[in-house]
């Protein structure tokens, strides 16, 4: 059951109903696995100290501002890291603009002007590798000298011999390694967006399906998984309906596309209206997209596509009745 969550969109607001705390403070792109032993460690720590169970995330990521040319492409955005951490038990989150001024606090200022004076911190729980303030010149050290202020360190969670970060995962999807996204991330990697028209071809020349808009998708803001051709599942985030399905990432190599599509074929009919935007994730990855010699001779491999996609599910469904 999902904890209702407050969101605090900046320090003014959190001025008034943060306090007091016990924080965890991250970026917490992707909120995986690693970020969820820090969120249910704070909820221990939380508990055992009678205050609220919160976290503090940043917007834009700090590279941003101190580093835009290393700056990643993002895997959740704002409000999907803060339902991803109402869903592990956080009770509230500040989303705290990273600016240029709150880049060049030093660590004491942000210690005792953000943490203690605003948030009320009473405990902060935080990973192995963390600094803060200008320079990240802050350490854990200065954290475990501050009076009144309960430190705890979770250190990097390893699974399957693969750390758990960000850029890990990152990393696999652009490598089209879904398998193992998922299971750092704890579940499968989704991206939502709009529905827009297609060309028409795929519904007289192939197969049709639903076209996600990709011009929010294509910027340095948003990580996509290689392109290929993935099992996913589909869902209308605005009424809740769901369809398995077959999506293509890619540029349409046997029509010499141009642009990046997003093309998804569901199995099942809308029963009423399409939606106007989509949610996917994706389960499994079919095949790398590559160029055919016809239309035909693309359907035909669309079929293929499609047929494992359902056995696919079938053993998963077969799976979650048997259980």
């Given amino acids: 059951m999902t904890t209702p969550i407050r969101i605090f969109r900046g320090l003014d607001e959190a001025r008034h109903g943060f306090a007091p705390s016990a924080v965890t403070i991250g970026n917490f792109d992707g909120v995986h696995a690693g970020h969820r032993e820090l969120m249910r460690r704070t909820l221990t720590t939380a508990a055992e100290l009678g205050v609220k169970p919160s976290a ?11 580093a835009p040319e290393r700056a990643p492409r993002l895997l959740t955005t704002p409000d999907e890291r803060c339902a991803l951490m109402a869903a592990d038990g956080i009770q ?16 004491d200022e942000f210690l005792h ?7 009320g911190a009473r405990a902060v729980i935080v990973g192995n590798n963390f600094h803060f303030g200008r320079k990240q ?7 475990r ?16 011999g693969i750390p758990v970060s960000s850029s890990e995962i990152r990393g696999l999807l652009a490598a089209g390694n879904i398998n193992k996204a998922n299971r750092l991330l704890e579940r499968p990697y989704s991206i939502t967006g ?26 340095s803001t948003s990580a996509l998984p290689a392109d290929g051709v993935y099992i996913t599942r589909t869902t209308d985030p605005d009424s809740g309906r ?11 190599p046997t029509f010499d ?32 997209e590559r160029k055919f010699d016809s239309a035909d001779a693309l359907r035909t491999q669309i079929i293929r596509d499609v047929t494992r996609a359902q056995k696919y599910f079938r053993r998963v469904h077969q799976f979650v009745h048997a259980g």
Avoid: M, Y
């Fill in 257 to 288: 596309g141009q642009h990046l599509t997003i093309e998804t074929f569901l199995f099942g009919p809308f029963v009423d209206l399409a939606p106007a935007r989509i949610r996917l994730e994706f389960l499994f990855r079919l095949r790398a």
């Fill in 242 to 252: 769901r369809w398995d399905s077959v999506t293509n990432i890619g540029f349409r």
């Fill in 113 to 119: 002007r953000v943490l203690l004076d605003i948030l």
């Fill in 92 to 107: 509230q989150v500040l989303i705290l603009p990273f600016d240029r001024e709150l880049a060049n606090l030093t660590p």
């Fill in 56 to 66: 503090i995330t940043f917007h834009p990521h700090p590279t941003t501002i101190v």
């Fill in 194 to 219: 709009s529905v827009v028209p297609g060309d028409g071809r795929g519904s007289k020349q192939t197969v049709p399906t639903l076209n996600l808009q990709t011009s929010s998708l294509e910027d």
């Fill in 145 to 160: 000298r501050c009076p009144g202020l309960r430190t705890e360190i979770v250190p990097l969670l390893i699974r399957r």
């Fill in 137 to 143: 010149s802050g350490t854990i050290g200065d954290l």
